[in-house]
């Protein structure tokens, strides 16, 4: 466990490196990587002792592990199933399989090239998942596989454990340990977990939330993570997945976002640690005496791992971006990697030397991961059909009323409400990933940029009645509403705005209704907050209508001076002195209009 003194030079040097790299656009997981390096044996030397830190640090695993599975509800696990096992045991089985053959071709034995195969066949959890998060790729096609296959590797972490022993040569084999009996052993303690613990964690929170005592609950939720992660390797397992496990079975319980929220600031700060730790472990002299073989280990199994699971993502259907996206997201090792190559060289499967020079070859393999993402991004920009080309899906004839561009939540909603009154329409979203999602629950949407003129005249938009505007991309909306207003003038625009200016803007190209997004539901909420602290209904009614007809006319009566910023913030000062005053009279009136029956309707100001 790090001491106070090193705990400050850890914090120094996050506060330091991750701004840094952040700014630089490289991602938080590479400056946390970086600043191990210089704070570790390596370079400055301020920090030794790597092992003892790296140990402490796995913490931040378990805890992201354990969060994982608070949002992952066994319903939702249940669906996953064939991703996981079918995705997954294909990923690790085919890797395993080309890089053991690797090994035994380069003078390998059997046993060591096995080991090396499933060890390097794992992927990092804890970076992948981390970078894809900052990325805000989880939900994604590809981000679901990653997650999916990441699951499985976890889950094999189980057997291979039990197999190394059986791989062993030589004297290290320790004696009277009957692997069979220690995999039955693992098993039942699991099923134990699974069973018992949806009873009996709940009922320990159930008393715990009774003292009423957030310190408490968060130290209950500490405590189980790491009780279940301890009797996980007291049966030989993994940590992590002893904390998987408690988060699944806590999954659909009243405290999930309570220990989500309890857990989240240990999680941040355990888990850059570990992301120091990894970046400490880099041993510099390796790379020196031998910078060739490092670099092409490094590279060749990048690449060897990138090709395996594009292959598998375009053999399951996915679009050639999404299994890119893939496979640059899960070709690094994985921390698995250390657990297994460790215990391997324990077992006298492989000399130390080897083990050291994996250890780095993985090591700089998760380095280059945010490296790999960009270099992919950068590929995708290439890659993508220019805008003069065919791109978009063949659109069936027919006649629709109405076209919905961009069908994301404001865009679904409305189409369902058009399916339940049978009324046709037409729907376009440029995300392919979006377009392949809704497609799987049997909705018809097409792919393609609604700003083109020809995806416009394919989906009819001249016989067209209405033509909603519901793209979340400002630019892309301006940009869309541009192209219908110029070669389709008789269409009408019903459009969703971001924000204000944004809303300026589409009233400038003419569009005939234009809704502020989350503009009625917050009224709808102040609506109720106010009825709730007190305010009578009639009272808090005739606010928010007020409010809302005022803004309303603020909107319209701004628009004419937008772009000088002068004279709009010099209107908004005033609108709200003006509103001030209007609401300085309510409440001299509020007396009157609680005691008395309304003689109109808050509609009638709306």
Same mark, same amino acid.
């Given at each position: 466990?790090?001491?106070?003194?090193?705990?400050?030079?850890?914090?120094?040097?996050?506060?330091?490196?991750?701004?840094?790299?952040?700014?630089?656009?490289?991602?938080?997981?590479?400056?946390?990587?970086?600043?191990? #390096?210089?704070?570790?044996?390596?370079?400055?030397?301020?920090?030794?002792?790597?092992?003892?830190?790296?140990?402490?640090?796995?913490?931040?695993?378990?805890?992201?592990?354990?969060?994982?599975?608070?949002?992952?509800?066994?319903?939702?696990?249940?669906?996953?199933?064939?991703?996981?096992?079918? @995705?997954?045991?294909?990923?690790?089985?085919?890797?395993?399989?080309?890089?053991?053959?690797?090994?035994?071709?380069?003078?390998?034995?059997?046993?060591?090239?096995?080991?090396?195969?499933?060890?390097?066949?794992?992927?990092?959890?804890?970076?992948?998942?981390?970078?894809?998060?900052?990325?805000?790729?989880?939900?994604?096609?590809?981000?679901?596989?990653?997650?999916?296959?990441?699951?499985?590797?976890?889950?094999?972490?189980?057997?291979?454990?039990?197999?190394?022993?059986?791989?062993?040569?030589?004297?290290?084999?320790?004696?009277? +340990?009957?692997?069979?009996?220690?995999?039955?052993?693992?098993?039942?303690?699991?099923?134990?977990?699974?069973?018992?613990?949806?009873?009996?964690?709940?009922?320990?929170?159930?008393?715990?939330?009774?003292?009423?005592?957030?310190?408490?609950?968060?130290?209950?939720?500490?405590?189980?993570?790491?009780?279940?992660?301890?009797?996980?390797?007291? /049966?030989?397992?993994?940590?992590?997945?002893?904390?998987?496990?408690?988060?699944?079975?806590?999954?659909?319980?009243?405290?999930?976002?309570?220990?989500?929220?309890?857990?989240?600031?240990?999680?941040?700060?355990?888990?850059?640690?570990?992301?120091?730790?990894?970046?400490?472990?880099?041993?510099?002299?390796?790379?020196?005496?031998?910078? !060739?073989?490092?670099?092409?280990?490094?590279?060749?199994?990048?690449?060897?791992?990138?090709?395996?699971?594009?292959?598998?993502?375009?053999?399951?259907?996915?679009?050639?971006?999404?299994?890119?996206?893939?496979?640059?997201?899960?070709?690094?090792?994985?921390?698995?990697?250390?657990?297994?190559?460790?215990?391997? !060289?324990?077992?006298?499967?492989?000399?130390?030397?080897?083990?050291?020079?994996? #250890?780095?070859?993985?090591?700089?393999?998760?380095?280059?991961?945010?490296? $790999?993402? $960009?270099?992919?991004?950068?590929?995708?920009?290439?890659?993508?059909?220019?805008?003069?080309?065919?791109?978009?899906?063949?659109?069936?004839?027919?006649?629709?009323? /109405?076209?919905?561009?961009?069908?994301?939540?404001?865009?679904? +909603?409305?189409?369902?409400?058009?399916?339940?009154?049978?009324?046709?329409?037409?729907?376009?979203?440029?995300?392919?990933?979006?377009?392949?999602?809704?497609?799987?629950?049997?909705?018809?949407?097409?792919?393609?940029?609604?700003?083109?003129?020809?995806?416009?005249?394919?989906?009819?938009?001249?016989?067209?009645?209405?033509?909603?505007?519901?793209?979340?991309?400002?630019?892309?909306?301006?940009?869309?509403?541009?192209?219908?207003?110029?070669?389709?003038? =008789?269409?009408?625009?019903?459009?969703? $705005?971001?924000?204000?200016?944004?809303?300026?803007?589409?009233?400038?190209?003419?569009?005939?209704? +234009?809704?502020?997004?989350?503009?009625?539901?917050? @009224?709808? /909420?102040?609506?109720?907050?106010?009825?709730?602290?007190?305010?009578?209904?009639?009272?808090?009614?005739?606010?928010?209508?007020?409010?809302?007809?005022?803004?309303?006319?603020?909107?319209?009566?701004?628009?004419?001076?937008?772009?000088?910023?002068?004279?709009?913030?010099?209107?908004?000062?005033?609108?709200?002195?003006?509103? =001030?005053?209007?609401?300085?009279?309510?409440?001299?009136?509020?007396?009157?209009?609680?005691?008395?029956?309304?003689?109109?309707?808050?509609?009638? /100001?709306?």
């Amino acid at each position: 466990m790090p001491q106070l003194s090193e705990t400050a030079i850890f914090l120094g040097a996050a506060v330091l490196a991750v701004p840094l790299f952040r700014g630089l656009k490289l991602g938080a997981v590479l400056g946390y990587l970086a600043a191990g #390096v210089v704070i570790g044996p390596a370079v400055l030397r301020l920090v030794t002792e790597v092992d003892s830190i790296m140990r402490f640090a796995e913490l931040g695993v378990v805890l992201l592990l354990f969060v994982i599975g608070l949002e992952l509800q066994p319903s939702r696990l249940w669906v996953l199933r064939k991703s996981v096992f079918g @995705l997954g045991s294909a990923q690790v089985l085919i890797t395993a399989l080309v890089l053991g053959l690797i090994g035994l071709g380069l003078g390998l034995t059997w046993q060591s090239a096995t080991v090396i195969g499933f060890a390097l066949a794992m992927s990092s959890t804890a970076f992948v998942l981390q970078v894809l998060a900052e990325r805000k790729q989880l939900t994604t096609r590809y981000g679901r596989s990653a997650f999916a296959i990441l699951l499985f590797q976890d889950l094999s972490v189980i057997p291979l454990l039990a197999l190394i022993p059986l791989l062993a040569v030589g004297p290290a084999v320790p004696q009277g +340990i009957n692997p069979w009996l220690a995999a039955l052993k693992a098993l039942m303690v699991i099923a134990a977990v699974v069973v018992g613990g949806r009873v009996v964690l709940r009922r320990i929170f159930d008393v715990i939330a009774r003292t009423d005592i957030q310190e408490i609950f968060t130290a209950a939720a500490l405590l189980v993570v790491i009780g279940v992660s301890l009797l996980m390797i007291a /049966v030989g397992l993994s940590m992590s997945l002893g904390a998987f496990l408690a988060g699944v079975l806590l999954a659909d319980s009243e405290y999930r976002h309570q220990l989500e929220a309890a857990i989240e600031p240990f999680k941040g700060l355990l888990l850059g640690l570990f992301f120091i730790s990894v970046g400490m472990s880099v041993d510099l002299g390796v790379i020196g005496r031998e910078p !060739a073989t490092i670099a092409a280990a490094v590279v060749g199994l990048m690449l060897v791992k990138a090709a395996i699971v594009f292959g598998i993502g375009k053999l399951t259907g996915q679009a050639t971006e999404s299994a890119r996206n893939l496979a640059a997201a899960l070709s690094q090792g994985g921390e698995f990697a250390f657990v297994l190559l460790s215990l391997a !060289a324990g077992y006298r499967i492989m000399d130390a030397e080897l083990v050291d020079r994996l #250890v780095v070859v993985v090591t700089l393999s998760m380095a280059l991961t945010p490296l $790999a993402l $960009a270099l992919n991004d950068a590929i995708s920009r290439r890659t993508r059909r220019p805008r003069s080309e065919e791109a978009y899906d063949s659109i069936d004839e027919g006649e629709s009323q /109405v076209i919905i561009a961009g069908f994301g939540r404001v865009g679904q +909603i409305i189409g369902r409400v058009l399916n339940v009154k049978k009324i046709p329409f037409t729907a376009l979203d440029r995300n392919p990933d979006q377009v392949e999602t809704v497609r799987r629950f049997g909705r018809k949407v097409y792919y393609g940029d609604a700003s083109r003129l020809d995806l416009l005249r394919a989906a009819r938009a001249a016989e067209a009645k209405l033509f909603v505007l519901a793209i979340d991309d400002v630019e892309a909306s301006i940009q869309t509403a541009e192209t219908v207003r110029r070669h389709f003038p =008789q269409l009408k625009i019903y459009a969703r $705005a971001r924000n204000r200016f944004h809303a300026y803007r589409l009233m400038d190209l003419g569009c005939e209704l +234009i809704e502020r997004e989350t503009f009625r539901s917050s @009224l709808h /909420v102040a609506e109720e907050v106010l009825a709730a602290v007190g305010v009578s209904r009639w009272n808090a009614q005739l606010t928010i209508a007020r409010f809302k007809a005022y803004d309303e006319q603020t909107l319209a009566r701004q628009h004419a001076v937008y772009h000088d910023e002068g004279q709009l913030y010099q209107t908004s000062m005033e609108a709200a002195k003006e509103l =001030q005053g209007l609401f300085e009279q309510d409440r001299e009136d509020a007396a009157q209009l609680d005691a008395d029956q309304p003689v109109f309707s808050p509609s009638d /100001v709306r």
